[in-house]
């Protein structure tokens, strides 16, 4: 069974850092891209992150030069470490991870998401 399990979220100050992870397992086989999006209250999830099996990257305006996604395949984990946070960085983080048939087939598997609080 497929499983996207992020870790890794807590509560900091403003100016703090933490680092998010996320290992996908099972039967997931193929991992082309793994990204992070975020969701506050009464907003809508928003990109924020993403990383394919190249190596590229790809950031959302907001976090760019503060936040850096990676990965290490030999785990199929993508960590998301986020840097000088603002409280606006508040939110539930979640991973999305796209595989080769996913998405050619159009689907792709979601993580449950971890809370991060950004006091100020």
């Known amino acids: 069974q497929a499983q996207v399990v992020e870790s890794g979220g807590g509560t900091v100050q403003v100016g703090g850092s933490l680092r998010l992870s996320c290992e996908a397992s099972?039967?997931?086989?193929?991992?082309?891209?793994m990204s992070w999006y975020r969701q506050s209250p009464g907003n809508q999830r928003e990109f924020v992150a993403s990383?394919?099996?190249?190596?590229?990257?790809n950031y959302a305006g907001a976090i760019e030069g503060r936040f850096f996604i990676s990965r290490d395949d030999t785990k199929n984990t993508a960590y998301l470490q986020m840097n000088n946070l603002k409280a606006d960085d508040t939110a539930v983080y979640y991973c999305?991870?796209?595989?080769?048939?996913?998405?050619?087939?159009?689907?792709?598997?979601w993580g449950q998401g971890t809370q991060v609080t950004v006091l100020s």
């Open positions: 990383i394919i099996k190249s190596g590229t990257t």
């Open positions: 099972g039967s997931l086989f193929n991992i082309y891209g």
């Open positions: 999305k991870v796209d595989t080769e048939t996913g998405r050619e087939l159009g689907y792709d598997y």
